[in-house]
């Protein structure tokens, strides 16, 4: 079992920053991929960023490209999501999730189908 616990939102001005944060219980934690998804109201849940368990693959949404930077820190068990530029549209409940399965070469999972355990989610919200 693993259990995430994400901090590090807030209330920030558009073209601002935000780093959030995913803390990880369980010692097989840099054995996993991880990944950030969002909800934002009336919309359905979608991908953000993942990273493998080396932390030698990044995939990022369109949306995102550019100006998000997700890393992890196995020492830690923490993944992190650094968000630069923020827009009025990245208004969402950010979800930090896990997936156990071995993934080869540099495939990163980016469904939610693919995740196994997730966290309770952390509000950002974007203001003008």
């Known amino acids: 079992q693993v259990q995430l616990v994400e901090s590090g939102g807030g209330l920030v001005q558009a073209g601002g920053s935000l780093r959030l944060s995913c803390a990880a219980s369980g010692r097989t934690f840099s054995s996993y991929a991880m990944g950030w998804f969002r909800q934002a109201p009336g919309k359905e849940r979608e991908f953000v960023a993942a990273?493998?368990?080396?932390?030698?693959?990044?995939y990022y949404a369109d949306s995102v490209k550019g100006r998000f930077t997700i890393s992890r820190d196995n020492a830690k068990n923490t993944v992190y999501l650094q968000m630069n530029s923020l827009k009025l549209e990245d208004t969402a409940v950010y979800y930090c999730a896990c997936s156990r399965a071995y993934y080869s070469g540099g495939y990163v999972p980016a469904g939610e189908y693919e995740y196994d355990y997730w966290g309770q989610g952390t509000q950002v919200t974007v203001s003008s």
């Open positions: 990273i493998k368990w080396s932390g030698s693959s990044t």
